[in-house]
């Protein structure tokens, strides 16, 4: 049987995929404005809500939210980016390369800390800011 650790990595993979998918079908909303779209845009969403609960059973909270907020965030950017043509300022990169030290800091730790540490602590509230600051820096300087 899998491990608890690739079960995780599964759903969040498969909540991922989900998500990126109902954020295309909303953006096609957008452009084409037939409502079709956007209701297969809010089940697609439904879908990816689902994979992303049952992914709970197998890690935190907190850790499971942070996971999939920034994987998401980086596929929906690569998507902007090569399908839809839009441009990144420096922020925005900055903001996502902040996205990747967070999640590089939730994975890499969640090896090397044991949940009760003061290491831990310490590195899980340094991960929160990381990802605080790259989801403030996206909202703040929107791409254009």
Do not use: C
């Not at 690739?6 to 993979?13: D, E, H, M, P, S």
């Not at 990126?20 to 909303?29: E, H, R």
Request: proline share 1%; aromatic share 16%; glycine share 6%.
């Amino acid at each position: 049987m899998f491990s608890s650790r690739t079960v995780f990595l599964q759903l969040i993979a498969v909540a991922v995929t989900f998500e990126v998918a109902g954020d295309i079908l909303l953006k096609q909303w957008t452009v084409l404005n037939r409502s079709a779209w956007f209701w297969f845009g809010v089940a697609v969403y439904g879908a990816s809500t689902v994979a992303w609960a049952f992914s709970l059973r197998y890690e935190l909270l907190a850790r499971a939210v942070s996971v999939v907020t920034i994987v998401n965030l980086l596929a929906v950017v690569l998507v902007g980016v090569l399908v839809f043509g839009e441009q990144l300022s420096l922020v925005n990169k900055l903001g996502i390369a902040l996205g990747v030290v967070s999640l590089v800091l939730i994975e890499w730790w969640g090896f090397l800390a044991s949940p009760g540490a003061w290491s831990s602590w310490f590195f899980i509230r340094l991960t929160f800011l990381a990802t605080f600051l790259a989801t403030q820096l996206g909202q703040a300087y929107p791409f254009h």
